[in-house]
């Protein structure tokens, strides 16, 4: 079993920047991949980011590519989410998300999930 628990969000300004915190409890966290989704009001749950179990492999959607950046330290059992030049169609709640079965795109493939953390970013 895995536990995950985000945070790090908040209110911030368009142009700003937040580092969500993604901390991992029960099986060896450098034993799976490990992903960032977001689902804003009304919307479908919506992939972000990935990272291998090693960290040596990343994968963005192209709506953050360049602004984003998944990181992972597996000795302190941590994911990380840095944003920056972040948008108001950015707001949304973010989720973490362990041992993808398949595709790391697909909500569907995960096994494991946090409680998510709420990122609202203002005009």
């Known amino acids: 079993q895995v536990q995950l628990v985000e945070s790090g969000g908040g209110l911030v300004q368009a142009g700003g920047s937040l580092r969500l915190s993604c901390a991992a409890s029960?099986?060896?966290?450098?034993?799976?991949?490990m992903g960032w989704f977001r689902q804003a009001p009304g919307k479908e749950r919506e992939f972000v980011a990935a990272?291998?179990?090693?960290?040596?492999?990343?994968y963005y959607a192209d709506s953050v590519k360049g602004r984003f950046t998944i990181s992972r330290d597996n000795a302190k059992s941590t994911g990380y989410l840095q944003m920056n030049s972040l948008k108001p169609e950015d707001t949304a709640l973010y989720y973490c998300?362990?041992?993808?079965?398949?595709?790391?795109?697909?909500?569907?493939?995960?096994?494991?999930w946090g409680q998510g953390t709420q990122v609202t970013v203002s005009s």
């Open positions: 998300a362990g041992e993808p079965r398949g595709s790391y795109k697909l909500p569907d493939e995960y096994d494991y």
């Open positions: 029960g099986r060896t966290f450098s034993s799976y991949a």
């Open positions: 990272i291998s179990w090693s960290g040596s492999s990343t």
